[in-house]
C-alpha cells in the first residue's frame, strides 16, 4: 500500500537534548512538508521540500533542521534550541508543490 | 487578523442532521480550498479539493466556494457518528510559490 510512514507515534525528550522524527512516503512524491500542530491552531509549516538535495524554511524553522538525501524521506530534527518542542508533528507530501497534499499518521513529542 | 478564520466548536449534532462547516479567508488570491477530517491522535485525511468558486459534491460531502464574500462550506448529509473529528479548512494561491493556510480546526460530534 502507498502512503506516509511516520515514527515513531509517540517519542519523550528530556530538556536539551535533539531528537529525529522519521517521515518516508513511498508515493514517488516529489515535496515533502513537516508541520506542527498545537491545540487550537492551525498547522504550521515547519520545512518543505521540492526536490532531493533541497528544502526552505517554513514560517516556524527556528530550532529544527531537515535534511533530504533521498526523494523517500524526510527527517526532521528537533534541536535543543526549539523552546517549545512539545506538539503534534505531521510529515506530508505531494506531487508537486502545488498539488494537494497527503499526510502521515504524526509523531507527538513529549518533552518531560 | 488571520488569514483564515475557523470556528473551533465543538459543535455537536444528532445522527441523520445536515452539518454545516465554514471558514472566511482574508486574501483574495487563494484559489484552492480544500477541507480535510482528522480523527483524534491521527494526521489530517483530504476529503474535498476545489478550485475557484462553485460546488463539489462527492457521496454525503459538499464543498462550496463564494469567493465573493471569501467563505467556503462544507456541508455533510446524514450525518453518522462516524463523522465525528476534527475538521480542517485550507487554501492557497495559485501562483507566488507555495503557501497553504489551514484553518484551526472545528470539532463535530455526531450523537448516535
Known amino acids: 500500500d502507498g502512503g506516509i510512514t511516520q515514527s515513531p507515534k509517540y517519542l519523550f525528550r528530556k530538556e536539551g537534548q535533539n531528537v529525529t522524527l522519521s517521515c518516508e512516503q513511498n508515493l514517488n512524491h516529489d515535496a515533502m512538508y513537516w508541520y506542527r500542530q498545537d491545540p487550537g491552531q492551525g498547522l504550521r509549516l515547519i520545512y518543505y521540500s521540492q526536490i532531493v538535495n533541497d528544502f526552505q524554511k517554513g514560517d516556524i524553522a527556528e530550532g529544527y533542521s531537515v535534511s533530504r538525501e533521498k526523494k523517500e524521506s524526510f527527517p526532521l530534527t528537533v534541536t535543543s534550541a526549539q523552546k517549545n518542542p512539545t506538539a503534534f508533528y505531521l510529515c506530508?507530501?505531494?506531487?508537486?508543490?502545488?498539488?494537494?497534499?497527503?499526510f502521515g499518521q504524526g509523531t507527538r513529542l513529549t518533552v518531560v | 487578523q488571520k488569514e483564515v478564520e475557523q470556528d473551533p466548536g465543538p459543535l455537536s449534532v444528532p445522527e441523520g442532521a445536515i452539518v454545516s462547516l465554514n471558514c472566511t479567508y482574508s486574501?483574495?488570491?487563494?484559489?484552492?480550498f480544500m477541507w480535510y477530517r482528522q480523527y483524534s491522535r491521527k494526521g489530517p485525511e483530504l476529503l474535498m479539493y476545489t478550485y475557484s468558486s462553485g460546488n463539489k459534491e462527492d457521496g454525503r460531502f459538499t464543498a462550496q466556494v463564494d469567493k465573493s464574500s471569501k467563505y467556503i462550506s462544507l456541508f455533510i448529509r446524514d450525518s453518522q457518528p462516524s463523522d465525528s473529528a476534527t475538521y480542517l479548512c485550507a487554501m492557497r494561491k495559485n501562483t507566488g510559490g507555495f503557501k497553504t493556510i489551514f484553518g484551526a480546526g472545528t470539532r463535530l460530534f455526531v450523537k448516535a
Open positions: 486574501n483574495s488570491a487563494f484559489q484552492y
Open positions: 506530508a507530501s505531494s506531487s508537486g508543490l502545488n498539488t494537494e497534499a497527503f
